[in-house]
């Protein structure tokens, strides 16, 4: 079963959704769940309570997270990928960073298909990097315009969201195809972050890019977003020997702070019992998806997403300057703003849908009265 606890006690978690949220204000901005986790990851926490495991984690061989995931990965998405190819590490964000230090130069064009997860274009620009924005949208992949935007600009890596948040697109197999293609022509380095690769919905599979270009594939992944333990600090790195060889080159604690924790967490997660919660958490997610949908004000645009519990808003009707400071002021219902996302998101907002059925309808409620 799938529990969320009552508004009262969400807004006594220290985590940053919802802690200095003010108490008429409702969070649906950042990427985190509402629900209690998952019953093998909560008795693996308190055991490790009970024992006080908090001291430095387990070496990435001896921690077992290399195997979980193999196995995880070919249970889920029919993907074969070998626990010699994978690095553990503490989060996803850290490892774009990782990818762009280790496998391109300072000033080198990087290329993010927007609108995209705000760290995405912040690690190319920290980085000092040149970032290429490449609009996307729900529909089909201009492959003519990609492919001459990285001829243009001489990309040397394409960090690819999949499935993409914001838009809760999952590629199909001849995009991939078509994509993997182009960073043959061009010699791309494809940094494919996966993070919400567990939360695809009925009839839109999981595709690892890492399956269409092998040899120059970085995958992404975690569990932070299906089970929601982002806090842990747990995560694993898929590359082929080559680029394998130059991320290992980077300073050691780059991939051996992940948590003790996090450990626990990942390995309850990619378990029998995990896989049982999570099948369980797609059918209540698919439900609040739907119910978004059906009660939001008509004059919002909205499609519905391929995966994950995002739902990217257009606005542009409304006539906003800035459509989640509107809804903040006038409806206390706390969005991610579609800027942060890049050019191309101006005019949207971003609602986090991962919540019981009562917050949602209370959230949609304000929000179609603050525009009546």
Request: hydrophobic share 45%; with cysteine.
């Amino acid at each position: 079963m799938i529990e969320t606890p009552p508004v009262e006690a969400l807004r006594r978690r220290s985590g940053r959704k919802w802690a200095g949220v003010p108490a008429d204000v409702l969070p649906a901005w950042i990427a985190d769940m509402d629900f209690l986790p998952a019953a093998a990851i909560t008795r693996t926490l308190e055991e490790a309570v009970r024992l006080g495991d908090f001291g430095y984690g387990p070496t990435a061989k001896a921690s077992g997270l290399a195997e979980a995931f193999s196995a995880w990965a070919e249970r889920r998405w029919s993907w074969q990928v070998d626990p010699a190819d994978m690095m553990p590490m503490p989060d996803v964000v850290g490892g774009i960073a990782n990818c762009i230090e280790a496998l391109t130069d300072p000033g080198d064009a990087i290329l993010v298909q927007t609108p995209a997860y705000p760290p995405l274009l912040g690690s190319v620009r920290v980085a000092g990097r040149t970032l290429i924005e490449q609009a996307i949208d729900r529909g089909p992949i201009d492959f003519d315009a990609l492919d001459a935007a990285l001829g243009r600009h001489k990309v040397r890596m394409l960090l690819f969201c999949h499935p993409h948040n914001p838009l809760g697109r999952v590629f199909a197999a001849d995009e991939l195809r078509a994509v993997a293609a182009l960073a043959e022509r061009h010699d791309l380095v494809i940094v494919s972050d996966e993070v919400h690769a567990d939360l695809t919905f009925p009839g839109r599979p999981h595709l690892p890019f890492a399956s269409f270009a092998p040899e120059r594939t970085v995958t992404l992944n975690a569990p932070s977003k299906a089970f929601n333990v982002a806090g842990l600090r747990t995560a694993i790195c898929v590359a082929p020997p080559g680029l394998r060889a130059r991320l290992a080159a980077l300073p050691p604690t780059r991939w051996s702070a992940f948590s003790t924790l996090g450990v626990r967490a990942a390995l309850a997660a990619w378990s029998d019992e995990g896989a049982a919660w999570l099948d369980t958490c797609l059918v209540h997610l698919l439900a609040m998806r739907d119910r978004v949908g059906e009660r939001l004000p008509s004059s919002i645009g909205y499609e519905p997403p391929d995966a994950s519990y995002l739902a990217w808003l257009d606005c542009r009707a409304l006539g906003l300057d800035d459509p989640a400071e509107f809804f903040l002021d006038r409806a206390g219902v706390q969005l991610s703003p579609g800027s942060d996302f890049g050019a191309a998101g101006v005019g949207h907002v971003r609602l986090n849908f991962a919540t019981s059925a009562e917050i949602l309808d209370e959230m949609l409620e304000r929000m179609a009265r603050a525009l009546a």
